[in-house]
């Protein structure tokens, strides 16, 4: 009798400790994929809007020659081959605008070439 209580007194307290250190863990947002094509001397689209705490990807295809893309701010970089493809995953944590710029020269418009990020709440 007294080993059958221990037992159960045992098995209890380890039920007990396994509920209490059970925590239940908030299912993360799956990511939002946005296809970014890039081509001489422009991103299509070349603004998107965002929102804060969203998980994002962004796919970026190059459609003539190499291209790339930095954000200063976001601390964000890809390169892009020649017909080839690259992406970007991030989940914006700060509102704001923000601007990236080919990084990689590509022609006479090179400079001009930006994407917008819009993050909004």
Do not use: W
């Given at each position: 009798?007294?080993?059958?209580?221990?037992?159960?007194?045992?098995?209890?307290?380890?039920?007990?400790?396994?509920?209490?250190?059970?925590?239940?863990?908030?299912?993360?947002?799956?990511?939002?994929?946005?296809?970014?094509?890039?081509?001489?001397?422009?991103?299509?689209?070349?603004?998107?809007?965002?929102?804060?705490?969203?998980?994002?990807?962004?796919?970026?295809?190059?459609?003539?020659?190499?291209?790339?893309?930095?954000?200063?701010?976001?601390?964000?970089?890809?390169?892009?081959?020649?017909?080839?493809?690259?992406?970007?995953?991030?989940?914006?944590?700060?509102t704001g605008d923000f601007v990236g710029h080919?990084?990689?020269?590509?022609?006479?418009?090179?400079?001009?070439?930006?994407?917008?990020?819009?993050?909004?709440?």
């Amino acid at each position: 009798m007294k080993t059958r209580f221990l037992l159960t007194t045992f098995v209890a307290a380890l039920l007990l400790l396994a509920l209490g250190t059970a925590h239940p863990t908030a299912a993360e947002p799956a990511p939002r994929h946005i296809d970014i094509l890039a081509k001489r001397f422009s991103y299509e689209p070349a603004e998107v809007t965002l929102k804060r705490g969203q998980p994002v990807v962004i796919g970026l295809k190059s459609t003539d020659v190499a291209h790339g893309i930095h954000f200063k701010e976001l601390n964000l970089q890809a390169k892009i081959d020649k017909g080839g493809t690259g992406s970007l995953s991030f989940t914006p944590t700060q509102t704001g605008d923000f601007v990236g710029h080919c990084s990689v020269f590509c022609g006479s418009g090179h400079g001009g070439m930006t994407l917008t990020f819009h993050v909004v709440e």
